[in-house]
């Protein structure tokens, strides 16, 4: 049971007029829903009888996703309780389900009381390697008094910057990098803890850090803005008699710029002084005579301050090295054997007032020796002082980095280094993953494994290009090629749905969409293929959750980047930027090696079209049928132009060189008619064919491929492709020892080193977007009406596979497809969730029978054959469990 974007009993909820959600139990005696009933109350006690918010009724329906909240108007810091009931195929009634809850947080700007505070003048300090400088961490504390006895508390808190709160010496919450990454000119996130057991009788003491962070620290091209970092919060105890006492961030508290955090930045690491440790600085016994009082600053109208809409970056995993090596005496390198994005925990010995220097990087060179040039500008190293000699105990707070290697230095030398001085703390924004695949092949199961490391590595509050290196931006075109992929991986409906937020935070009143979100300001200000995720992604999170609310949301910003193409266009051709298809391999581009040579024309073309095709598509399921009319109209006229500009009467590219991804563009996005389609699947298989069918595709070619040659029937070759060992190729990579998707598909080689472009990053996870591919031909299941409520189940085994299997935790429950092929016999076992039905496609020998459940197809009611193919069988399968044999 969750409410909106799949939250379960969330605190500090933004919504205030959230939607159910529930999954039926999944055995065999419940197929689907018949009816149901929500209760929804101000206090548990009065579930289900006598709910005072609001009552459903019996509600004759299956949906069991979505459903809109109907009741009295919600307000700020209200708890809301909820239960559900429904009816099944037989009209039986559940019983009342398990009470839930959420509890909403601050939802407006009138409801601070409280000031941004920050020290008059915030200092900055000078990184050792570089001259460039940090923001200094500041400390604030307050010491405050409850005058009663606590029922309850909550601290409502945010920060221009990076924040973590103590309250009586004791961490508040497990986030990291709170409250995150969003335009901060036009919406500041807030975070909401119960702090009720954190709190004491008689005085007590609270005590926030601050660090610069996405929000002042020097970012890709903006630099150093100029502001500076400020943190505010709202305490607010409930007693026991009723009363509420609020404490607020005022010109009461006070602060210092000298604690042990000493700078930490996003790029180039953290300093952490053990000698400038203030002992219970958060506590009540504290003498603060030497801080200093703070200035304050009031709320600005014109930037919301809002829950936060997604679920926190948190430590999710701990990783061991797998290997340690002394490169010079006192200079350990640690292997944690798998790139990964977070921070490491050190455990060591030191001598008093020695410099630990904690080094990353991603690769190592071929003498063995930290590579670390790919980092560019980011100076990706943590320091820690010792204040004594002993053993030392550190885990950097406010940065992050991407990495697979540790190397220390400065610890006591006399000690000899153990795997147990350095453990990796993976972080990124906490959501569960999806999908679990695996298949007879080890290359293809370690490619699973590199894709979800690398949506892992980006998805640390925004989805970026790349974790490690001066940029770990949000940009848009890596965003909508991982996009659908994600969902299989992960439950990442919230965290689109977030971003997609500030997506609309930073589109212009002229409906220009920067390539990167949150902005970091340039001259681009919109760039086709990339700007289009207003437009690719709203729709990729209807089909994969079947929240309409998607559309709803961001119908408005699709409508405006459609105009925005059309303020640019002539005679339907725009006149736009666009990075084309970008890192194609062999480019010849004449200016830069990156710029793949597919027609910049043609992509802007392209792309026009499909965003105007999606916004048709929205308008129609929204119920605006004109609006969708005109689009279809728009997208056909587009098409026309597209064909006479792009292609010659035989299917033939003319517009620029030939490329495999010009092909696949137009017939991705169904901008040739049916007759020149037909004529155009040769020339694109020339194309593959001329590459020893080998990709030569970028960042918008890659991710077509596989469904453009499932589309024309020629799987068999898209099998070919995956599997080939030889540059470019996705194996190509694993044989070079990738553990996550990398930037180029030759970033290293053993044979040449590192590749010497400018672009080399080692965890970049637009290139896995194959795994959409892989969970919905190899394992075969992808949903036929949105969330999922019809399934297809169609695996197409191929290449060297004799079996693959893949489990994903549907809306509606759990989706299961593993098939395998013995002595020529082909065996699926699948499970379709309740609530829904599913279409399977067997493959097999259409002239012979096929068992269900060990016996004859006609024995098994729930199970109907509907057609078949030249060599499957197509069924309708009601839900449960069923296995399927057949000879292959």
Request: net charge neutral; with cysteine.
């Amino acid at each position: 049971m969750v409410v909106s974007e799949q939250f379960k009993n969330p605190i500090g909820f933004y919504d205030a007029t959230p939607s159910f959600s529930w999954k039926l139990p999944q055995h065999k005696n419940i197929k689907k829903q018949t009816a149901y009933s929500i209760v929804v109350a101000s206090k548990p006690e009065l579930l289900p009888n006598n709910a005072d918010l609001w009552k459903s009724g019996k509600v004759e329906s299956e949906q069991t996703l979505f459903v809109k909240y109907e009741g009295k108007k919600l307000s700020s810091r209200q708890k809301v309780y909820w239960q559900l009931k429904f009816w099944d195929q037989d009209k039986k009634a559940s019983t009342w389900s398990e009470v839930a809850n959420f509890e909403l947080g601050l939802l407006n700007n009138s409801n601070w009381k409280a000031k941004w505070i920050s020290l008059p003048k915030v200092d900055k300090e000078k990184s050792p390697k570089t001259n460039k400088r940090t923001y200094k961490v500041q400390y604030f504390r307050k010491d405050f008094i409850l005058k009663s006895k606590i029922k309850s508390a909550r601290l409502y808190v945010t920060a221009k910057g990076l924040f973590e709160a103590e309250i009586n010496g004791k961490k508040v919450g497990d986030d990291v990098m709170a409250p995150g990454w969003t335009p901060y000119n036009k919406r500041i996130e807030t975070l909401t803890y119960n702090v009720t057991d954190h709190l004491k009788d008689g005085t007590n003491a609270i005590g926030i850090s601050l660090a610069e962070g996405w929000y002042a620290g020097r970012l890709m091209l903006r630099g150093y803005p100029k502001v500076s970092p400020k943190v505010m919060c709202q305490l607010e105890v409930k007693y026991t008699n009723g009363d509420v006492h609020t404490f607020i961030t005022d010109e009461s508290w006070k602060a210092t710029q000298d604690g042990p955090i000493v700078y930490a930045g996003i790029y180039d690491g953290e300093q952490y002084d053990a000698r400038k440790e203030q002992k219970a600085w958060s506590s009540k016994s504290f003498d603060a005579t030497s801080w200093q009082k703070v200035v304050t600053e009031d709320i600005d109208a014109q930037i919301s301050l809002i829950p936060k809409r997604h679920n926190t970056v948190k430590s999710v995993q701990e990783l061991v090295p797998v290997a340690i090596t002394e490169i010079d005496k006192g200079v350990v390198i640690f292997d944690m054997g798998q790139n990964m994005v977070g921070v490491p925990r050190i455990k060591l010995p030191m001598n008093k007032d020695g410099i630990l220097k904690i080094r990353f990087a991603e690769m190592l060179q071929q003498d063995g020796r930290m590579y670390t040039k790919n980092y560019r500008g980011a100076v990706s190293t943590d320091y820690y002082i010792a204040k004594e000699d002993g053993q030392i105990e550190y885990q950097p707070t406010f940065t992050f980095h991407g990495f697979r290697y540790v190397e220390l230095s400065g610890f006591d030398t006399d000690a000899t280094p153990e795997k147990s001085w350095v453990t990796g703390i993976v972080q990124h924004s906490d959501y569960d993953l999806n999908v679990d695949f695996t298949s007879s092949h080890k290359k293809l199961n370690q490619l699973q494994s590199n894709i979800i490391w690398g949506l892992r590595g980006n998805t640390l509050d925004i989805p970026t290009d790349c974790p490690q290196r001066d940029e770990r931006a949000g940009w848009t075109g890596d965003a909508q090629v991982i996009a659908p992929t994600s969902f299989f991986l992960g439950d990442v409906h919230s965290f689109w749905m977030s971003w997609l937020q500030s997506v609309r935070d930073d589109q212009d009143e002229d409906g220009a969409v920067p390539v990167m979100v949150p902005s970091l300001g340039g001259r681009l200000r919109a760039g086709a293929g990339w700007s289009d995720a207003i437009t690719i992604i709203p729709w990729e999170t209807y089909l994969r959750t079947g929240d309409i609310g998607v559309l709803e949301e961001n119908y408005t910003s699709m409508k405006k980047w459609v105009g925005f193409y059309q303020s640019n266009a002539k005679d339907h051709m725009v006149k736009m930027f666009t990075h084309g298809d970008w890192l194609q391999p062999y480019s010849t581009h004449t200016k830069d090696e990156r710029f793949g040579i597919t027609s910049n024309k043609l992509i802007v073309t392209a792309h026009y079209a499909h965003s105007v095709n999606l916004t048709s598509q929205a308008a129609r399921l929204l119920g605006f049928e004109s609006e969708a009319k005109e689009y279809e109209l728009l997208y056909q006229e587009i098409c026309d132009v597209f064909q006479e500009r792009f292609f010659d009467s035989e299917g033939r590219v003319i517009e620029g060189p030939e490329t495999q991804t010009a092909y696949l563009l137009a017939l991705a996005f169904d901008m040739l008619d049916e007759e020149l389609a037909k004529k155009a699947v040769p020339h694109l298989l020339e194309q593959i064919k001329l590459t020893e069918n080998h990709l030569r595709t970028g960042f918008l070619g890659t991710p077509l491929l596989p469904l453009v040659l499932d589309k024309i029937g020629k799987t068999d070759l898209m099998y070919e492709i995956l599997f080939k060992e030889t540059y470019p190729s996705w194996f190509y990579s694993i044989n070079q020892g990738a553990t996550t998707m990398w930037e180029r598909w030759n970033s290293y080689t053993h044979k040449d080193g590192f590749n010497k472009g400018g672009m080399n990053s080692f965890n970049h996870y637009a290139y896995g977007a194959i795994g959409r591919w892989m969970y919905e031909r190899i394992a075969g299941v992808k949903p036929l009406i949105a969330g999922y409520k019809e399934i297809e189940i169609a695996p197409i085994p191929g290449g060297p596979l004799t079996s693959a299997a893949a489990t994903y935790n549907s809306p509606y429950g759990k989706v299961s497809s593993s098939w395998r092929i013995v002595e020529k016999q082909f065996n699926l076992d699948i499970i379709v969730p309740p609530n829904t039905t599913a279409q399977v496609s067997v493959p097999g020998n259409i002239q012979e029978g096929i068992k269900v459940n060990g016996e004859e197809l006609e024995k098994n009611s729930d199970v109907k054959l509907i057609s078949k193919t030249k060599n499957a069988f197509i069924f309708k399968v009601n839900p449960g469990s069923y296995s399927f044999e057949t000879n292959y």
